[in-house]
């Protein structure tokens, strides 16, 4: 049993956003100069990269046999704080980036939730999960560090 193209539809689009989300976290680390910012965006860009590796892989085994595929999550850890990162502040193109950022991921938690309202598959829903949870660190991770540049 394949599943439904409004399903597809939607796990296609998930894999642009993510696409997108990882273009945008790429460019990002690239402009900075800031240890702390090149260390989130560089964390970013590897899970929103694993996440489209992940959903490309989905798409395809619900296209051909309907079948969920498993995800425990994404295996890269956000580095340590270095200790080069005190002594620098983030300039307001990285506080940008860290606002879109918030908001990508804000995005990207209501797309799950969505999908997950769609989902009776029991391993689809715990992959969909899985996935808005990661979204829900993202934005954790984000705002925690805009909130320090607010003083």
């Known amino acids: 049993m394949?599943?439904?193209?409004?399903?597809?539809?939607?796990i296609m689009r998930a894999i642009e956003l993510e696409k997108e989300t990882?273009?945008?976290y790429v460019k990002a680390?690239?402009?900075?100069?800031?240890?702390?910012g090149k260390r989130i965006f560089t964390w970013l860009a590897?899970?929103?990269?694993?996440h489209y590796m992940k959903l490309t892989e989905l798409?395809?085994?619900?296209?051909?046999?309907?079948?969920?595929?498993?995800?425990?999550?994404?295996?890269?850890?956000?580095?340590?704080?270095?200790s080069d990162e005190q002594q620098v502040s983030f300039d307001t193109d990285?506080?940008?980036a860290l606002k879109i950022a918030q908001n990508i991921e804000k995005r990207g938690m209501v797309y799950y939730e969505e999908l997950i309202a769609k989902t009776g598959d029991p391993d689809g829903r715990a992959m969909l999960?899985?996935?808005?949870?990661?979204?829900?660190?993202h934005l954790r991770?984000?705002?925690e560090k805009l909130e320090g540049l607010k003083g």
Do not use: C
Not at 59 to 82: A, C, D, I, K, N
Not at 129 to 137: H, K, M, W
């Open 129 to 137: 999960e899985t996935l808005r949870n990661e979204e829900v660190e």
């Open 2 to 10: 394949t599943q439904s193209k409004e399903m597809l539809d939607a």
């Open 141 to 143: 991770v984000i705002t």
């Open 94 to 96: 990285d506080t940008e």
């Open 46 to 50: 590897k899970t929103e990269e694993e």
């Open 22 to 24: 990882f273009d945008l």
């Open 59 to 82: 798409y395809h085994s619900l296209h051909e046999g309907g079948r969920w595929v498993f995800y425990g999550g994404s295996s890269f850890e956000l580095e340590p704080t270095g």
């Open 29 to 36: 680390e690239h402009k900075t100069f800031n240890p702390a």
